[in-house]
């Protein structure tokens, strides 16, 4: 698109956009209303340390990564994290039972860990979110060939159906695969399989979701059972022709995650994106409004349900533009509030994480209400970053204040949802 061209879109946009401006009242939000689930989310091999022989744990010792040490400790901590998450005032903490550590050998199965950890989480008067397959399987399957072998399906649902028989009973929410396409970019990365492999492995966890739906249906009554996207302006109806529309009749929620933005405005950091520069990612909370009219367009009455959002920074540096994680997480709460006003089928939202913990081969981005200095501190200290407070309100109040005006205007244009959110801004 020519200068001219962007000239042109631009004053058209400008003419048309009722824009929201820092310092000037919004309009009347109304809070989210009863029956919304606030929670957070984790996953074991990012927070739980001691970690078992899996196809992380290997890369993690290869020397391509930082040192895994013990993450933040939750397999020993889990009751002090459980017992924050629950004076947050949220109602839904979200987990993943690793299938290296419940089962670390053909048929030799342990849960013991997540059996303390998940009765922990009800009797704080929580719901477990419990996530099947957060990107980390045992080292002996890595020895059979993970997902380049066709026998992974059936290994997978053993140890699927095992997890749902044992925890069905604790009325969790389900997420099978989380970010699936994310997760077949980062066995890539790690060496797990091969560029022609890619088709193979989405073509095997779509069917390895199908099967464990219809087992979770069989053994939880009313069960909501979803696989979370890893929301990317970037090609977004072919990635979602490869994965989610081949599930469609098998997802009771749409589970969404939302973190960086683009647009007109603020063009996104691509350069950032690649060298892992978190405090300069493009932050747009608003863009958060288009993902969620996008996807309730697409899936009409279908609730939506933001499994994961957040902010990170480089090892808790300021963001480039200064957005600070207070601001983001107001921001982003508002604009869940308007596209639940404006008719959405909004159910939840999730912030990530309750803790800093190991983003998949690094300590630097922190993403954590509780900062955990995992390099520097033995004693895994959880200071709580000043959105602890900023949230627990939140969950208090069933939102943010009615008359609440975020901090940044709209972005012109986001690249969220091209074209419409050009010619149909959110007002």
């Given amino acids: 698109m020519g200068h001219r061209a962007l000239f042109t879109l631009a004053c058209i946009v400008l003419t048309a956009c009722a824009v929201i401006t820092p310092g000037r009242a919004a309009a009347e939000v109304p809070g989210v209303g009863g029956g ?7 996953s074991g ?7 078992p022989d899996s196809n992380w744990s290997r890369y993690a010792r290869s020397g391509q990564a930082e040192d895994y040490r013990n993450s933040v400790d939750f397999l020993h901590r889990y009751d002090e994290d459980i017992q924050h998450a629950a004076e947050l005032g949220v109602g839904v903490y979200r987990v993943s039972v690793e299938w290296a550590r419940v089962q670390p050998n053909p048929g030799e199965w342990d849960f013991s860990f997540y059996d303390r950890m998940i009765a922990r989480i009800r009797s704080a ?11 980390v399987f045992p080292g002996w399957e890595v020895d059979r060939g993970g997902w380049r072998s066709a026998g992974m399906v059936e290994d997978w649902l053993t140890n699927a159906r095992a997890v749902v028989d044992r925890y069905a009973s604790s009325d969790p929410l389900w997420v099978t695969f989380n970010e ?9 990365q790690i060496g797990g399989i091969g560029s022609l492999d890619a088709t193979t492995m989405i073509d095997r966890m779509v069917a390895a979701h199908r099967a464990i739906y219809d087992h979770i249906h069989a053994r939880q009554g009313g069960a909501m059972v979803t696989s979370n996207i890893a929301y990317s302006a970037i090609g977004t109806a072919a990635a979602d022709a490869s994965f989610v529309d081949r599930i469609a009749d098998k997802l009771d929620y749409i589970g969404i995650d939302y973190y960086y933005g683009g647009s ?25 409004y288009y993902v969620l009219r996008r996807y309730s367009q697409k899936f009409p009455g279908r609730p939506l349900y933001i499994v994961e959002t957040g902010m990170p920074t480089d090892n808790g540096s300021p963001t480039t533009d200064g957005m600070t994680r207070v601001d983001n997480l107001r921001d982003t709460v508002y604009w869940v509030q308007r596209a639940k006003a ?25 993403f954590g209400l509780y900062t955990v200095d995992v390099t520097t501190d033995p004693g895994l200290t959880r200071r709580p970053t000043d959105a602890v407070a900023a949230y627990r309100d939140i969950t208090a109040a069933g939102g943010v204040p009615g008359n609440y005006a975020p901090t940044r205007a709209p972005a012109l244009c986001s690249i969220q949802d091209l074209p419409s959110s050009c010619f149909d801004p959110v007002r």
């Fill in 125 to 135: 008067g929580m719901q477990p979110m419990i996530t099947l397959d957060h990107w």
């Fill in 342 to 366: 404006d008719g959405m089928s909004v159910m939840g939202f999730n912030y990530w994480s309750i803790t800093d913990n190991y983003e998949w081969g690094s300590y630097s981005p922190r």
């Fill in 180 to 188: 699936p396409l994310a997760y077949v970019g980062k066995e890539q």
């Fill in 36 to 42: 919304f689930r606030w929670g957070v989310s984790s």
């Fill in 264 to 288: 007109l405005s603020k063009p996104p950091n691509l350069a950032a994106l690649l060298t892992n520069q978190s405090s300069s990612l493009i932050l747009e909370p608003d863009g958060i």
């Fill in 45 to 51: 091999f990012q927070s739980e340390g001691f970690a």
